[in-house]
């Protein structure tokens, strides 16, 4: 949180200042998978007991997955296992993985422009039927408890170790 996310909060600074472009955003990405790779067999340690199974993904049109990463290292720390979506992900996917048994998804957003591919993935998992059979948890920067109400998610989260906390509660009470 002290080092690589507050690096990262800089480089987005930067950004909007017009002091970065995209090309310095890719190598402060590298560079903070790189620090992850050390840091998830840490994370994976802290492992607490819980049950259940996961789907995770960055929504349609959106790219960002380092908080998504971030989340799917917590959650697996956490006992749950997760099937990890990727980036870009339709609805349709979302759908297969909760037909394929996932309990909860989650969904990631950094773009304004893409919040709105979160509320649209709900309607869809309610027409097909399986807004019963699984928790909806949603995260990301622009988001907040209240926009998650509002696209009518069970629970929001600000961060990762939040996620996996909330995940776990979720299922507790289902
Ligand atoms: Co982009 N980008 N980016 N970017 N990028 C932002 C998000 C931006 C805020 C920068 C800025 O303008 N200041 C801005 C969005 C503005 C907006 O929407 N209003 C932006 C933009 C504009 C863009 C492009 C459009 C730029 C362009 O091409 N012109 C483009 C979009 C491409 C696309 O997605 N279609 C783009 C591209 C990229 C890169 C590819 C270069 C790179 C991403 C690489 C990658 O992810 N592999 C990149 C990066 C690195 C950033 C910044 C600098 C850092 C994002 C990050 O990784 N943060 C970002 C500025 C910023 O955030 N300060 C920016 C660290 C990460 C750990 O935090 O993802 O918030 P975060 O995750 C947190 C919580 O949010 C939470 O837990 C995590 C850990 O605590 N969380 C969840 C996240 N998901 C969760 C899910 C949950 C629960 C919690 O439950 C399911």
Redesign the pocket.
């Known amino acids: 949180n002290q080092a690589l ?1 507050a690096a ?2 800089e ?2 600074k930067r ?2 200042s017009g002091d970065f472009f ?1 090309p310095e ?2 190598i ?2 590298r560079a ?1 998978q790189a620090g992850l790779k050390h840091l998830k067999p840490l994370l994976v340690k802290s492992k607490i007991k819980s049950a259940g199974k996961i789907a ?1 993904g960055t929504v349609k ?8 990463n ?2 799917v290292m917590m959650l697996e720390g956490a006992g749950f296992e997760v099937i990890d979506l990727g980036i870009d992900v339709s609805a349709d996917k979302f759908i297969n993985a909760i037909q394929d048994g996932a309990q909860v998804v ?3 957003t ?4 893409t919040m709105a591919n979160m509320q649209s993935t709900i309607e869809s998992i309610k027409e097909a039927g399986l807004r019963e059979k699984v928790k909806v ?6 988001l907040n408890k209240g926009y998650a109400e509002l696209i009518g998610a069970d629970g929001y ?4 170790s939040s ?1 996996a906390r909330l995940a776990n509660q979720l299922l507790l009470n289902h």
């Open positions: 996310i990262m909060s480089v987005g950004y909007e995209v955003m890719l402060a990405a903070m995770i049109g959106d790219l960002h997955d380092i908080g998504k971030l989340v989650g969904m990631s950094l773009l304004t422009t948890i949603v995260g990301g920067a622009p989260a600000p961060d990762a996620a």
